[in-house]
């Protein structure tokens, strides 16, 4: 069974750093693209990082680059997200997704079958 | 940024309707189009990816279609599950993004 488990969040101030984990399980974590979605109280969805199976390829949305880092070490099956200078517009529930790897003529998409459970993180003084 | 508008934001509706939620890139984003649901608390559910190829396990009354700018998910006969928040997630290129999300309500 696949299992996606985030940990890592708290209460950090403004300013602050967190490392966000997810341990994965039940599938060869080092065959996947990984992503972390965040989701502020009361609000949508936003993508946040991707980073392919080997880590060549990282992606971010614009308003983390420079502040947070996607990182994985497939030995331990984790996906990490580095974050500092943390604002109090990141506060958010963190989930980990696993993207299922569909690709059709030559064209690979983005689709994130399995998610963590979250975890929450919130920036305040 | 691609930008994705779902409409409408909320809605209400009865045991057995037909609910259709569309989703308008600000783009062409051919077909690259997944939608989730999502329920109070609880982390996303894959529905549809590939705007119309929908995941293993979801019941056949949920459907997707649309390519280029204008994609739609459809309910054909909305069940006590249902009652969620969707979400449509374009895929064409980077940063991902999401619409702001359809809250469907029990009328």
């Known amino acids: 069974e696949v299992q996606l488990a985030e940990s890592g969040g708290g209460l950090v101030q403004p300013g602050g750093s967190l490392r966000l984990s997810c341990a994965a399980s039940?599938?060869?974590?080092?065959?996947?693209?990984m992503s972390w979605v965040r989701q502020a109280p009361g609000k949508g969805l936003e993508w946040v990082a991707h980073?392919?199976?080997?880590?060549?390829?990282?992606y971010y949305v614009d308003s983390v680059k420079g502040r947070f880092t996607v990182s994985r070490d497939n030995g331990e099956n984790s996906l990490y997200l580095q974050m500092s200078s943390l604002r109090a517009e990141d506060t958010a529930v963190y989930y980990c997704?696993?993207?299922?790897?569909?690709?059709?003529?030559?064209?690979?998409?983005?689709?994130?079958?399995?998610w963590g459970q979250g975890t929450l993180v919130t920036v305040s003084s | 940024a691609i930008q994705m508008t779902q409409s409408p934001s909320s809605l209400s509706a009865s045991v057995g309707d037909r609910v259709t939620i569309t989703c308008r890139a600000s783009?062409?984003?051919?077909?690259?189009l997944t939608w989730y649901q999502q329920k109070p608390g609880k982390a996303p559910k894959l529905l549809i990816y590939?705007?119309?190829i929908s995941q293993s396990g979801i019941p056949s009354r949920f459907s997707g279609s649309g390519s280029g700018t204008d994609f739609t998910l459809t309910i054909s006969s909305l069940q006590p599950e249902d009652f969620a928040t969707y979400h449509c997630?374009?895929?064409?290129?980077?940063?991902?993004?999401f619409g702001g999300g359809t809250k469907v309500e029990i009328k």
């Open positions: 997704a696993r993207d299922l790897g569909y690709c059709n003529n030559g064209v690979c998409h983005a689709v994130f079958d399995y």
């Open positions: 039940g599938f060869t974590f080092s065959s996947y693209w």
């Open positions: 980073m392919k199976e080997d880590g060549s390829e990282k």
């Open positions: 783009q062409g984003i051919r077909n690259e």
């Open positions: 590939a705007a119309s």
């Open positions: 997630l374009q895929d064409f290129s980077y940063p991902l993004t």
